[in-house]
């Protein structure tokens, strides 16, 4: 083994140029693959975070349209003693109604939460883009597009009015801004508490509780799971991906494409340091038939190429990594929105770069298996004889 280890040396010091340049085919190939593999993941987890991340990921919801939930503290303290998956929780009570300005009125939809808790979900404290969003009483904040829309001022009161017919005055006292047109231009956000006042709710009920969970896209399977142990019989269990069919769709295109991408392009490494150490077999026939005659045995010769193989890998996928890493942080330098952030924001999985290094030199060994079974079919007498 030792010996054929520093065969395969010396034959790759010997032709440094030829080295050199399946080395940097490999590192090619492997660095393209950590380039698509990672832009294709920071592009999933970018559109999941500003799809979901800051979103209830899981929601328990009334079986039955437009009624309360009752006991909502009960099913609360079930799910978080239950499921150690939950990462944050809140129940929430969402209401219609009209928003009373001068004397025009704006449909808007009043959103009640415990605000602590849901400021986990729904990163409140860094949405606000005046005020606070810590209430008191009648107090409120309200989407940036409504307040511009409207002209309202922080300090201000309006008063709200519900399908029944009930005013309540609300004090707003800080803008939001969550990065949807549409919550932006319509939700108002007070306590929970503030929102059963208003829409007589008594103090055990909501109309949902939403909680985000460690692995988002396991949220169908804690929901079925959910669904068998709960002994609440008059809710229901909703996940994100029922109700992001077209970007879950759209998601595993991504992956599927990426994948196949790689795949061939380890192929396309395989193949070409295959055909290279198969040409090398032919350079390097007289040496070997020598040390054969000198009595090298068959078993030797071939790992001569296995070990090429296993060190042009090494190198390569060294090479591929600085390369692909280059190829990251280049693409974070230059593919920049007018705001100076990047176009897709990178992420860096380093398993995921690991693994990269480790396939190419799986693959550059398992293309030197076959060079090396010619080599060991190489007849010292033919060779030397016929040069």
């Known amino acids: ?74 099913i609360e303290n079930w799910l978080t003693e239950t499921y150690d998956e939950i990462t944050a929780i809140t129940p929430t009570l969402t209401q219609g109604g009209f928003l009373k300005i001068g004397d025009n009125t704006e449909q808007v939809v009043f959103r009640g939460f415990d605000l602590n808790k849901a400021n986990e979900i729904y990163k409140f ?79 055990s009920q909501g109309t949902a509780i939403e909680l985000q969970i460690s692995e988002p896209f396991d949220a169908d399977l804690l929901t079925e799971e959910m669904t068998l142990t709960s002994t609440q019989k008059d809710v229901k269990f909703d996940n994100w991906k029922v109700q992001n069919e077209q970007l879950l769709s759209g998601l595993n295109g991504q992956s599927t494409s990426s994948l196949m991408i790689q795949v061939f392009v380890v192929i396309s490494v395989v193949l070409g340091i295959a055909s290279v150490l198969a040409i090398t077999v032919l350079q390097k026939s007289r040496q070997l038939g020598i040390l054969k005659a000198m009595g090298l045995n068959d078993r030797t010769s071939s790992f001569v190429f296995l070990f090429q193989g296993i060190i042009l890998g090494i190198l390569g996928g060294i090479l591929g990594i600085i390369f692909g890493l280059g190829l990251l942080w280049s693409f974070t330098k230059f593919a920049l929105n007018p705001d100076g952030t990047p176009v897709v924001p990178i992420f860096v999985n380093y398993g995921f770069i690991g693994l990269s290094g480790l396939i190419a030199v799986a693959a550059s060994t398992l293309a030197s298996i076959i060079p090396a079974q010619k080599s060991k079919k190489l007849s010292p007498i033919e060779v030397i004889k016929n040069g």
């Open 1 to 74: 083994m030792r010996l054929a280890f520093k065969i395969a040396l010396r034959f790759l010091t010997s032709s440094k140029g030829q080295t050199a340049l399946i080395a940097i085919g490999i590192a090619v190939g492997i660095s393209v693959q950590i380039f698509i593999g990672s832009l294709i993941e920071g592009l999933q987890v970018s559109l999941l975070d500003a799809t979901i991340g800051s979103a209830s990921q899981i929601t328990v919801n009334p079986e039955e349209k437009n009624t309360p939930i009752d006991d909502l503290q009960d």
């Open 125 to 203: 404290d860094a949405a606000i883009t005046e005020g606070t969003y810590t209430l008191k009483e009648n107090e409120v904040i309200l989407g940036v597009d409504l307040a511009k829309n409207n002209n309202l001022k922080i300090g201000e009161t309006y008063d709200i009015i519900t399908p029944e017919g009930t005013i309540s005055a609300l004090k707003i006292v800080g803008f939001f801004d969550l990065k949807v047109a549409s919550i932006n231009q319509s939700w108002i956000i007070g306590s929970i508490d503030l929102a059963r006042d208003i829409f007589d709710f008594s103090s």
